[in-house]
């Protein structure tokens, strides 16, 4: 039976703010070493005046991360589910595979991944402008109702939308390469790990692994890739009198700081966005499969 959009909905939420919550201090890091011409992150670490400063701007990141899972992870579904369904294979399997998810070809994998991602990253990017400056320490926010104030007042609607092009050049290709990668994961691990039957249902430690395994590969690859997006996002959203424009921005600091610098954080987004994929990911192949079975 094909499981309801609820079931992808709670399984993205929950997948989406345990690593959140989990993971804050690795954006934050990220955050403050991208607002700076120069910095490392020891240096970044002793600025703060408390290991508690680590977890700053959760609540708009929790929000974001699980709102925004849940949101890609249920239209992402539909949208993989309604090709599958043209191809006449089904949109859901779970015997003998580590998912429960729709079957597509590699490129129709880089496809919907990256439109879908487009999508669900312009109706959050409000959310993300105030993490962002939440986070760092070049605006001074009270709280995040004040932030939200300050916006307005000096930037207006458009201030909420600061740096999606750059945003959208990220997350879209990185969405497409890490859906390539993750599918072709799961059909490669279990062929290398031992005491995989892929003729029967795998167990639930077996699947969860393969799957968190196949997530922290994938986020791993697509990370890299766009990482430069990453920082130039960043510094529209953080000074956007200075970057105006994504290549303004980009030509910018090549100029004034040198290539190296486009890679600012990467470290931190990388250890993030694959543990962040790896435990998101695991979850929500968990839930839908196990929602699945109970019908």
Known sequence: MSEKPISHLIGGFAGGLTSAVILQPFDLVKTRLQQQPSGSIPDTLRT?????????????????????????LTSLHAFRSVLAKSHN?????VSGSSS????????????????????VGFVTMPITVLKVRYESTVYQYDSLLGAVRSIHQTEGVKGFFRGFTATCMRDAPYAGLYVLFYEQCKMVLPKMLPNVDTG?????????????LSAFSAASIATTITG???????????KPLEFTGFWQAGVKIVREEGAIRLFDGLSLRLTRKAFSA??????????????????
């Not at 005046?49 to 890609?72: D, F, M, Q």
């Not at 430069?228 to 953080?238: E, V």
């Not at 192949?285 to 196990?290: A, L, N, S």
């Open 228 to 238: 430069p997006f990453d920082t130039i996002k960043t510094r529209m959203q953080l």
């Open 89 to 93: 294979s089904s949109a859901t399997n």
């Open 100 to 119: 429960s998810l729709p079957k597509l070809s590699m490129a129709e994998n880089l496809v919907t991944g990256g439109l879908t991602r487009g999508f």
């Open 48 to 72: 703060l005046s408390s290991y508690k400063e680590l977890w700053r701007g959760t609540l708009p990141s929790a929000v974001r991360t699980s709102v925004g899972s849940a949101l890609y």
């Open 200 to 212: 029967t249902t795998l167990s639930v430690s077996k699947s969860a692994m393969i799957n968190s």
């Open 278 to 295: 790896g435990i998101a990911w695991g979850i929500y192949e968990e839930i839908i499969k196990y929602i699945v079975r109970q019908h």
